[in-house]
Each structure stands twice: as C-alpha cells, then as structure tokens.
C-alpha cells in the first residue's frame, strides 16, 4: 500500500530525524492505519488542520488527521527512535491541545452531545496511544489515554496483529457512534448552550488506561 504524502514549498528541509520518521511512517504506521480509516472515517497523512492556527493565522500540520466527509475528528503524531521523556510528554500535550481545538470546531458545529469528542493517536516506535478528547455533562475537558497498543507491522511483533486490529475497529466504531448525523439537519444548533464553558486550554487529567 503506497502512502500519498502531499509534498509543500512550506515544507523546512528534511534533516536525519525527520526522514527517519517519514520513512518509518511509510513502512510501518501507514499500511496499518489506512487499511482500517477507509470507509465511514478517513486518514490524511501530513495534512494541514483546518481548526489548528499559529498566531500568524497559518494551520498547524499534524503526521495526520482524521476526518470524515463532514468535519475533522481527530489526529495523530508519530515519534520514532530515542527521545527523551520530557520531549515524549510535550508532544502529548501538543496532541491534546489539537485534539482540544478540533473538539471546539465540533462543539460549534454539534447537533447533540454525542459528538462532543474527538479522537488520537499518539505513536512512538512500537507503542500506539489511543486517546479520547472530550467536553463531559460536568461542563468539563478531559484528555485520557484508553489503550496501549502495539504496532504489529515490525518484524518483532507480527503476533500482536490479531489483537491490534481488533482494538483499532473497536475505536474506529466508536469515532463512527460520534458522528454528525445528517438526519438531524433540522434541528438547531447546541453550542450557545455550552460556549461560556469552553476553555482556551485542556484540562488535563490523569491519563488511566481503560479496557475496551
């Protein structure tokens, strides 16, 4: 399966680390996640957010996103090779501050509650973090990591690929249980009802690994 990673005049110069991870993303995290996010819900690799802006106004470009026809429902970093712990905990919460901007984008845009979440994944060599993002009934931000997982396309752990897959469609099916439903196309608007409680920043709190 080729990966189409779309090329950018914006793009900086790609050093040692970067082509590191490209080429990692290319044989080993593409192939996997794109033969699950091709129906009902997409994956875009290297894609700009829509909902993700500098201060200058640009849009912030994430390994990738998740999408469906309608709106953003979440994202992706990829991290590969020795990093240090404290850069690992930053980029998390570079993945929950996305995942927090993406989530108000679908609070403006939300029929019901139900899609009050967004969704994402953070990778690092073998290990895949999945995380949920979500503004609760208590009028408040949460950012928890629900499963560990472990990569099953790298030769030392082909075996893990029975059980990857069957956690990765149980996650897909609940990205899918959020989405907008175009059957409610009459009915109002529901973020007046929450905007004075959307926050500038996640409120974290502890990250607890729940079974699915």
Not at 164 to 176: R, Y
Request: aromatic share 12%; glycine share 2%; net charge negative.
């Amino acid at each position: 399966m080729l990966l189409n990673i779309k090329q950018s005049i914006e793009r900086p110069v790609i050093n040692k680390q970067n082509k590191s991870e490209i080429d990692f993303i290319v044989k080993n995290v593409a192939p996997f996640l794109d033969s699950i996010f091709n129906t009902k819900v997409y994956i875009e690799w290297e894609k700009a957010s829509a909902t993700n802006t500098t201060s200058e106004g640009c849009n912030i470009r994430t390994d990738f996103l998740l999408y469906d026809t309608y709106q953003e429902l979440g994202c992706g970093e990829v991290k590969v090779g020795n990093v240090c712990a404290k850069l690992l905990d930053e980029d998390r919460a570079r993945l929950g501050e996305m995942l927090k901007k993406q989530l108000h984008d679908r609070i403006f845009h939300a029929k019901t509650q139900n899609e009050f979440k967004t969704f994402g994944f953070f990778i690092y060599n073998s290990t895949i973090e999945i995380y949920t993002c979500e503004f609760t009934n208590n009028k408040e931000y949460v950012f928890v990591l629900l499963r560990l997982i472990t990569l099953p396309t790298l030769k030392t752990s082909y075996t893990a690929m029975e059980e990857a897959l069957e956690i990765m469609m149980s996650f897909k099916e609940m990205i899918i249980a959020s989405k907008h439903d175009e059957r409610l196309s009459e009915v109002p608007y529901i973020y007046h009802n929450y905007i004075s409680f959307l926050k500038p920043t996640v409120s974290m709190v502890e990250m607890s690994q729940h079974d699915s």
